[in-house]
Structures are given as C-alpha cells and as structure tokens.
T-cell receptor
Framework: AQKVTQAQTEISVVEKEDVTLDCVYETRDTTYYLFWYKQPPSGELVFLIR??????QNEISGRYSWNFQKSTSSFNFTITASQVVDSAVYFC????????????FGTGTRLQVTL | NAGVTQTPKFQVLKTGQSMTLQCAQDMNHEYMSWYRQDPGMGLRLIHYSVGAGITDQGEVPNGYNVSRSTTEDFPLRLLSAAPSQTSVYFC????????????FGPGTRLTVL
C-alpha cells in the first residue's frame, strides 16, 4: 500500500521568509513517481513538479526547490523568499509504476504568507 | 486547448436526488479519473478509466457510477445523493504513459442537504 504523510497541517510565515514543506512517503514499489500540487484559494489544483524514483537530483525553479531523498523517503519542498501569492494548500502525491496507477495524496499543508 | 473542463461549478442537491457531473478533456488523454476532496483528507480516487469503454473503481466508489463512451468525456453519476457526498469533486486526465502527470479540472463543489 502507498501512503503519503504531510505532518505540517498549517504553516504561517512572514513575507520574505524561507519555508520548507515536508513530505514523507511509503511504498513497496521500486519504481514510483512523486508530485507536488498547489491549490490556491481559488480552488484549482496546479501541477508544480514530478520526480521519478530513479532521479534523486534536486530541482530548482525560481524561488522553488525540491529535495528528494530516497534514504529517508522524503520529497520536501522549499520556497525561498516567500510571497503573499504563495499562500495556498500544497499537496504531495505518489503514484506507482503502472500506467493505471492512481495518485495517492497527502492531506496537504496550508501555507499562509503575511506581510 | 481548454484542458480539463468540469460542469457545473456549484451544485446543491436534496438527499435522494440524482445528478451527473460532467468532465471533458481536449488533450486526447487516455487516462481519466475522478477524485473527491474532503477537509483534512486530501484527495481520494473514486473511479478511473484507462481508455474508452474501460472503467474501474478507486478507493471510494460507493454511490457513484461512471462510463467512458468517448476519449474526451468521463461523466460521474450520483445515483441517490446523500449528505456524505457533500464534497469538492475533481476530474483529472493524463496521457497514459508511465508516471505521466495528471492535470486537474477546476472542480465542482457539491452540497447535499
């Protein structure tokens, strides 16, 4: 069975602070895929990143960076110099190797960035 | 490309009523799915389809039916609505290859009184 744990329910930071959102996953598959989605107050789900289990390279995209560590089964997401527009719920998700493999979501972390 | 579209955006039903949530995608994706989002529970898979004419159950299928007569459309039917089905429903699609990214529609907020 697959499981994704986002232990941080809510985080509040002041603008320009750095913030890290934690994601820990469980799977018995050797091939799997990890995702992060953003859900702003408007409600849609916006895809941010996909990482496969063979690629442990960290990724940086502007102010966003992702740290994938298979040894600790973690796929953490860091926002550098946070902005008010980063306020949203962030979901980490996991899928297995099959083409029909479902996405298993964590319960999400609500990030509130204030001035 | 419109991507994944869902209608309606909001719906209020009375217990026992039936309705269909519509989902369409214009990306020629093989795989489509329905999720429900409830507070504190993330998103849970209701039903999915790997292609026209093929559907299967997810983790919370009870009370819902689906069909996939075309590649583009994947409607979700509530047969007899119950208050426990009050939720936000998301449709998603992906190309179908290994590890493909699922892209989500804007969601339908359903309230059952």
């Amino acid at each position: 069975a697959q499981k994704v744990t986002q232990a941080q329910t809510e985080i509040s930071v002041v603008e320009k602070e750095d913030v890290t959102l934690d994601c820990v996953y469980e799977t018995r598959d050797t091939t799997y895929y990890l995702f992060w989605y953003k859900q702003p107050p408007s409600g849609e789900l916006v895809f941010l990143i996909r990482r496969n289990s063979f690629d442990e390279q960290n990724e940086i995209s502007g102010r966003y960076s992702w740290n994938f560590q298979k040894s600790t089964s973690s796929f953490n997401f860091t926002i550098t110099a946070s902005q008010v527009v980063d306020s949203a719920v962030y979901f980490c998700a996991l899928s297995g190797p099959g083409t029909a493999s479902k996405l298993t979501f964590g319960t999400g972390t609500r990030l509130q960035v204030t001035l | 490309n419109a991507g994944v579209t869902q209608t309606p955006k909001f719906q209020v039903l009375k217990t026992g009523q039936s309705m269909t949530l519509q989902c369409a995608q214009d990306m020629n994706h093989e795989y489509m799915s329905w999720y429900r989002q409830d507070p504190g529970m993330g998103l849970r898979l209701i039903h999915y389809s790997v292609g026209a004419g093929i559907t299967d159950q997810g983790e919370v299928p009870n009370g819902y039916n689906v069909s996939r007569s075309t590649t583009e459309d994947f409607p979700l039917r509530l047969l007899s609505a119950a208050p426990s089905q009050t939720s936000v429903y998301f449709c998603a699609s992906k190309q179908g290859a290994l590890g493909d990214t699922q892209y989500f529609g804007p969601g339908t907020r359903l309230t059952v009184l």
